[in-house]
């Protein structure tokens, strides 16, 4: 099972873009990396997925190396409202045990 | 409309009882899961559903039985309830590999 670690907690300031790298080195061939965001009270929102390279949504941008043993969630731009916790999974959504860490808290300041 | 909805997104019980969740998808969603977020914020994943057939069965009570009467339900029936219990639980749903999940706004199961 691939695990992921990530930083605890970000503090970034509203109008700044944010990066939040998350490690997963044992990620396996199959794997995709997915980034989750979750406010209060809610579940877990998709933000975006890829398997390498780079990936770009109206939401984020996602940059995964050539060896993806690790990525970074990018978000241009931030707002107060962007404030949540954001999970790195590793896996595939499928008959898998994908694994939810203790993801990242990201605090916007105005 | 509601993707993933689940039902109540409150419960309050006292210990020993049986209760039920429920929980519908209409996004012509493959699979369904069950997820547990306990006060530490991790979520685990309880169970998952593939055409009716369960295909992940984490270590969770026997007490927790999944029940999907067709693709787009899936309910959690937990007997016996403890203290233990007590936590959030979220349903989701996915279309495969390369999709994500969507997930339901939980529910909050108090036992007392």
């Known amino acids: 099972l691939a695990k992921t670690t990530q930083p605890i907690s970000m503090d970034s300031y509203e109008g700044q873009e944010v990066n939040i790298t998350c490690s997963h080195n044992n990620i396996a061939t199959n794997d995709y990396i997915t980034w989750y965001q979750q406010f209060p009270s809610q579940g877990p929102r998709f933000i975006i997925q890829g398997y390498k390279t780079k990936v770009t949504n109206e939401v984020a941008s996602l940059f995964i190396p050539a060896d993806r043993k690790s990525s970074t969630l990018s978000l241009p731009r931030v707002s107060l409202s962007d404030t949540a916790v954001y999970y790195c999974l590793v896996g595939v959504n499928r008959d898998d045990k994908i694994i939810f860490g203790k993801g990242t808290r990201l605090h916007i300041l105005p | 409309d509601t993707a993933v909805s689940q039902t109540p997104k409150y419960l309050v019980t006292q210990m020993g009882n049986d209760k039920s969740i429920k929980c519908e998808q209409n996004?012509?969603?493959?699979?369904m899961y069950w997820y547990k977020q306990d006060s530490k914020k991790f979520l685990k994943i309880m169970f998952s559903?593939?055409?009716?057939?369960?295909?992940i069965n984490e270590t969770v009570p026997n007490r927790f039985s999944p029940k999907s009467p067709d693709k787009a339900h899936l309910n959690l029936h937990i007997n016996s309830l403890e203290l233990g219990d007590s936590a959030v639980y979220f349903c989701?749903?996915?279309?495969?590999?390369?999709?994500?999940?969507?997930f339901g706004s939980g529910t909050r199961l108090t036992v007392v």
């Open positions: 989701a749903s996915s279309q495969g590999a390369g999709y994500g999940y969507t």
């Open positions: 559903y593939n055409n009716k057939e369960l295909i």
């Open positions: 996004l012509g969603h493959d699979t």
